[in-house]
């Protein structure tokens, strides 16, 4: 059974503080996205790697395929950060076919 | 391009209703997803279509739900008749590789 689990479930930092969410998936994956998830419901995409790291501003995202496992790293956490970030594996060779993770809630305090 | 658009953007309807959700993606974009968010099983992909025609409806829940995309530019979601487990908030998406999210109806079932 494909499954995508997310570690942590809630997340509460300080300000400036380096965060670090984690993803495991349980078997082979196509591709595999982060989604950031805003308090008033819009989603959007943040990533999509299916190998190395991919950098945009202060968001990091790494894979490894060998372990079956990604990071979305955050650094400088601001406020304005606090959302609910997802994971999410491609599986069947298509981009859509999508099994995401449960969510990571991030709460940055200033 | 004014992103993907949805509507309704809420809904509120009894038991026994049919309800229609609309969707009209970005342009250029081959697929379009259909996913529904609840509390308890997070976000799960129903049907996405490739050029308009659908590829994997494994998700559809039961035969109430159906989904249609005429052209290009428009999709359905339909549910009839509705029951109040239907109720959560209903994406459409595009994309091939990054994908990108509608702001979501949320259907709430009385």
């Known amino acids: 059974k494909n499954e995508v689990e997310q570690s942590p479930q809630n997340l509460t930092a300080q300000e400036g503080e380096f965060i670090t969410i984690n993803c495991s998936y349980s078997?082979?994956?196509?591709?595999l996205h982060w989604l950031q998830q805003h308090p008033g419901g819009g989603i959007v995409s943040l990533f999509m790697l299916s190998s190395g790291k991919k950098k945009h501003g202060r968001l990091i995202a790494t894979i490894n395929i060998q372990e079956k496992h990604s990071s979305l790293h955050i650094t400088a956490s601001h406020p304005r950060d606090s959302a609910v970030y997802i994971c999410?594996?491609?599986?069947?060779?298509?981009?859509?076919?999508?099994?995401f993770g449960k969510g990571t809630k991030l709460s940055v305090k200033p | 391009d004014a992103g993907v658009i949805q509507s309704p953007r809420h809904e509120v309807t009894e038991m026994g209703q049919e309800v229609t959700l609309r969707c009209k993606p970005i342009s250029g974009h081959n697929s379009l997803f259909w996913y529904r968010q609840t509390m308890m099983r997070g976000l799960e992909l129903l049907i996405y279509f490739n050029n308009n025609v659908p590829i994997d409806d494994s998700g559809m829940p039961e035969d109430r739900f159906s989904a249609k995309m005429p052209n290009a530019s428009f999709s359905t979601l339909k549910i009839q008749p509705s029951e109040p487990r239907d109720s959560a908030v209903y994406f459409c998406?595009?994309?091939?590789?990054?994908?990108?999210f509608g702001p979501g109806t949320r259907l709430t079932v009385l």
């Open positions: 078997v082979g994956i196509s591709a």
């Open positions: 999410a594996g491609s599986y069947g060779g298509s981009q859509g076919n999508l099994i």
């Open positions: 998406a595009t994309g091939e590789r990054e994908q990108f």
